[in-house]
């Protein structure tokens, strides 16, 4: 999806004019005109800050083909998660029943 498109839908989805986003996001309502129809395409900061404006964030993934993880930084989000699991309450309650397939069949 274009910068363009996300400014527009995520206008519309706010239900928002031009002029009332350009006032949230502090720009004027030309750029987001501009930035609308393609004339002109923000910053990515710019971009994030309008989308804000909206009420919706905007997260960037940048995947690389043949790039392969660092395996330390593998290795800490692994150790994060298991930290995570180890400061949650444990729950060992003996009436807690899993079902299985043949339960959820019938």
């Not at 960037?60 to 330390?72: I, N, S």
Request: proline letters at 7%; a neutral charge.
């Amino acid at each position: 999806m274009t910068a363009s498109e996300l400014i527009r839908r995520s206008r519309a989805w706010a239900g928002l004019s031009q002029r009332q986003l350009a006032e949230r996001a502090g720009t004027s309502g030309p750029a987001i005109s501009f930035y609308e129809t393609g004339e002109r395409v923000p910053r990515l900061d710019t971009l994030e800050r309008i989308i804000g404006a909206t009420g919706a964030e905007l997260t960037v993934a940048v995947h690389l083909d043949g790039c392969r993880p660092d395996p330390k930084d593998t290795a800490r989000r692994l150790r994060d998660v298991l930290d995570l699991a180890e400061a949650l309450p444990q729950r060992h309650d003996p009436e807690l029943r899993y079902p299985v397939l043949r339960d959820l069949l019938g």
